[in-house]
């Protein structure tokens, strides 16, 4: 409360109700006061590690869903996602990129902030983009820093295949922030591994995924991503870890699925989302396909003049009003518009009184 009061009296500082509102809007503000105690969680209450650590410990699958922006975080928000995860994916998925590499920093920070401000239940991950991290650990505690700070994410994720990653999400732990790695195939490694290629198909691949997520788990990561890899080496990957193992295209056995919400809701049957969507990928709808019929119902309605009808134009000027509106444009010289506003009148008035007496509405 003294932090507060200091706060409301100092006059370059906004007023505590608007902190109080922005607090309420960022996810990663604590629920549980120090004061309090524990207090038990519940279905309506905010995913945290310990709830996430409950499931594991129960055998519980863990359901993650990627998504990038305020309406998809809300659906996420009301179908009880365990995780939402705003990906670097977003640079294919919403840019229009052929991968991941070129999104930036900032414009990560911009999907952190909107799906931050829809999912209120679900934790928050927030991914390390391509070149915000790997110069050393000072640039990757200050890039997740920001993350938290200025994205409202509870966590980050970032792709570990190399000691130094390995490295960098030690140090990020280490600064107090809970890290989510990821190993099999890492996107952001494209020019090594030599493009989109499934990882652990042979035995030394298969070793070092394994070797991997255990040393990520040594690091402090919270869970494990497993990419793009046979179900047997996922399943030796999750047996060999303390932390849940989440898989996309990983197989039956980790502890928990990830996929992208476009994907899995078939938003987009464009040739380039075909492209960059993967087939390992179940979708559970074709949104896409109602989106396309809706906007095509639009296009014709707009080009007949069948939209907007009356019901579509709540906006009422009374007949006296109009009355003097027009001779105020007469009196303006702009005699046209003052037609043009008369017809217009005139023509509402006979479609209200058409729609009226109409069989639909009888």
Same mark, same amino acid.
């Given at each position: ?53 409950? &499931? ?113 999400? &030690? ?192």
């Amino acid at each position: 409360m003294a932090l507060f009061t200091k706060l409301y009296r100092s006059p370059s500082i906004v007023r505590p109700h608007y902190l109080f509102h922005r607090l309420r809007c960022m996810s990663n503000v604590p629920e549980n006061t120090v004061y309090g105690g524990p207090k038990p969680q519940n279905p309506n209450q905010r995913v945290t590690l310990t709830h996430l650590k409950q &499931k594991h410990k129960k055998g519980e699958p863990i359901s993650v869903v990627t998504a990038y922006d305020y309406p998809s975080a809300v659906h996420l928000d009301t179908a009880g996602i365990d995780i939402c995860l705003v990906g670097d994916s977003a640079a294919m998925v919403v840019h229009g990129y052929d991968t991941t590499l070129p999104i930036s920093l900032e414009e990560m920070l911009v999907h952190c902030r909107a799906v931050a401000r829809g999912a209120k239940r679900p934790l928050l991950v927030g991914d390390l983009p391509f070149g915000t991290y790997e110069s050393s650990n000072n640039q990757a505690v200050d890039t997740a820093v920001r993350v938290l700070k200025e994205g409202g994410m509870d966590a980050i994720k970032l792709e570990g295949g190399s000691p130094s990653r390995i490295t960098a999400a &030690k140090a990020i732990v280490e600064a107090g922030i809970a890290v989510m790695g990821h190993v099999g195939l890492t996107p952001q490694a494209i020019s090594v591994l030599g493009g989109f290629r499934p990882q652990g198909k042979n035995i030394s691949s298969a070793i070092k995924v394994v070797e991997t997520a255990v040393a990520l788990q040594e690091a402090g990561c919270f869970s494990v991503v497993l990419e793009c890899v046979p179900a047997p080496v996922a399943a030796a990957a999750t047996s060999s870890l303390r932390i849940p193992t989440i898989g996309i295209g990983a197989g039956p056995f980790c502890s928990g699925q990830v996929l992208v919400y476009h994907d899995l809701l078939g938003m987009m049957q464009h040739p380039h989302h075909a492209k960059v969507t993967p087939k390992f990928c179940k979708q559970y709808a074709r949104v896409g396909d109602v989106i396309n019929k809706a906007l095509l119902e639009y296009k014709e309605d707009v080009s007949n003049g069948s939209f907007p009808c009356p019901a579509y134009s709540p906006y009422k000027i009374s007949a006296a009003d109009i009355n003097g509106f027009v001779n105020e444009l007469q009196k303006l010289g702009l005699d046209k518009a003052a037609s043009s506003a008369a017809a217009a009148a005139e023509k509402i008035k006979a479609a209200e009184l058409f729609d009226v007496g109409s069989p639909a509405n009888d």
